[in-house]
């Protein structure tokens, strides 16, 4: 019985905590976006915010304007000169 309980608190410091802070980390990327931001995009686009909205934003990249749902973000690489702070 003991090797199953060292078993179940091994997966869950290995498998399942780093990966729910990682949607927490991910979670907070997604509020804190404003237009301005540079992001890149889980499949590879690099574009700037144009407009955010509850679930989507509004990106410019080169020529092109999308818009995309938060979830997509991967990441943001630069923040805006927005002098606005929330």
């Known amino acids: 019985m003991v090797p199953l ?25 997604l509020k804190t976006i404003r237009p ?7 499949s ?15 990106i410019r990249s080169a020529d092109a304007k999308f818009e995309i749902t938060k979830s997509a973000v991967a990441e943001i690489t630069e923040r805006g000169n927005d002098s606005r702070e929330s």
Do not use: C, M, N, W
Not at 5 to 29: G, N, S
Not at 36 to 42: R, Y
């Open 5 to 29: 309980v060292l078993l179940v608190v091994v997966f869950y410091f290995v498998l399942i905590r780093p990966q729910q802070k990682k949607a927490k980390d991910h979670a907070t990327l």
């Open 44 to 58: 590879g686009i690099v574009a700037v915010v144009v407009t955010v909205k509850e679930k989507t934003l509004s």
């Open 36 to 42: 301005g931001d540079k992001i890149v995009t889980s």
